[in-house]
């Protein structure tokens, strides 16, 4: 499937088959629990980035069904196509963003995510502690989100992010390697 | 003319405070108080608060106008919903241009406000905030 037809299949779902929800709605809940993990763990950012992936990796796990169901989409061919899925379909459909694909290595395994705009980070200015700016991925959910997703079609990546416009970086940027093809591997003790 | 700035939380306590002078008719935007002037700025803010305080009853606006006065300073006062006093201590009544600067100070609070790791009555220390409402002062006062 070719880029500019994900970016209609986005498009098309995006206007008929979505129910919308007001932004500042999720803005401020996702600032809210970023907020609240910061309290619970008392400042360790490390921790918190931890937490946030696991609680993307537990939604990933069910959005892919949700997603699927939506969209009608097929097996994709590689994992470049997999790429313009995630950006032109999958964060249209659940965000209203379309982060633009770039940075491919050679070897077709890694590329990067290149967010104009985040919703998830309107209005949010990190805590000025001088270690927060340097420690805390205040978006890390999304990187949860495409691991957990990912793990249910068969693909293991790593997902992080690379650099953040709420850190002072010039853009956001997530980094996304596909570790290996999970094959269909039999359930343990039946042989 | 020079204005002296600040929002006060909802427990009186001071969250934000500037100083700036007009940029109308060739100002350069720099306060001009005098030195022993200046430590009394913040004293005629605060003692306008229960003045402020009984005001708010009175009127049915947000914006107060000016509510107090000492020698020939006025204070203008903006109280938000969330009980969070704007107050600009002026030397010469400008009642419309004030109207516009806390408006827009008011959207810049409102957007503070939004972000999570910020709290009600805790200081704005935002190098980007104290910038925006310096352009606002530039821009009205």
Redesign the interface.
């Known amino acids: 499937m070719s880029a500019t037809k994900a970016a209609r299949v986005g498009e098309d779902v995006w206007k008929t088959r979505i129910d919308k929800v007001n932004a500042?709605l999720v803005?401020?809940t996702y600032?809210?629990i970023?907020?609240q993990l910061?309290r619970d763990f008392e400042g360790d950012y490390l921790e918190v980035n931890k937490q946030l992936e696991k609680m993307g990796y537990n939604i990933g796990l069910r959005l892919i069904e949700d997603f699927l169901a939506k969209t009608n989409m097929g097996k994709c061919a590689n994992f470049r196509e997999t790429a313009e899925t995630i950006a032109k379909v999958g964060f249209k459909v659940f965000l209203n963003i379309t982060p633009t694909v770039a940075n491919w290595t050679t070897d077709n395994k890694q590329f990067s995510l290149i967010f104009e705009e985040n919703p998830l980070a309107?209005?949010?200015?990190?805590?000025?502690d001088g270690r927060a700016q340097n420690e805390l991925w205040y978006s890390n959910m999304l990187c949860g989100v495409l691991r957990g997703t990912l793990e249910m079609v068969q693909m293991q990546v790593d997902a992080h992010f690379a650099s953040d416009i709420l850190r002072g970086n010039e853009v956001t940027e997530m980094r996304v390697t596909l570790v290996r093809i999970i094959d269909d591997e039999l359930p343990p003790g039946e042989d | 003319m020079s204005f002296y700035f600040a929002i006060v939380g909802t427990k009186d306590n001071p969250i934000y405070e500037a100083e700036f002078g007009t940029s109308k008719q060739g100002g350069d935007g720099v306060a001009r108080f005098r030195e022993e002037q200046r430590s009394m700025n913040q004293f005629i803010v605060h003692s306008s608060l229960d003045i402020v305080e009984e005001v708010q009853w009175a009127t049915p606006t947000m914006y107060m106008k000016c509510v107090d006065k000492f020698n020939n300073l006025q204070v203008s006062c903006f109280l938000t919903a969330g009980n969070i006093k704007f107050l600009l201590l002026h030397d010469q009544k400008a009642d419309d241009a004030i109207r516009q600067f806390f408006t827009d100070v008011y959207d810049l609070y409102t957007?503070t406000l939004?972000?999570?790791?910020?709290e009600v009555d805790m200081r704005i220390?935002?190098g980007?905030f104290d910038g925006k409402v310096k352009q606002a002062a530039k821009k009205y006062l």
Do not use: H, I, W
Request: net charge negative; with cysteine; proline share 8%.
């Open positions: 500042e803005t401020l600032g809210s970023v907020a910061c309107d209005f949010v200015e990190l805590p000025d | 957007k939004m972000n999570p790791f910020y220390t935002s980007v």
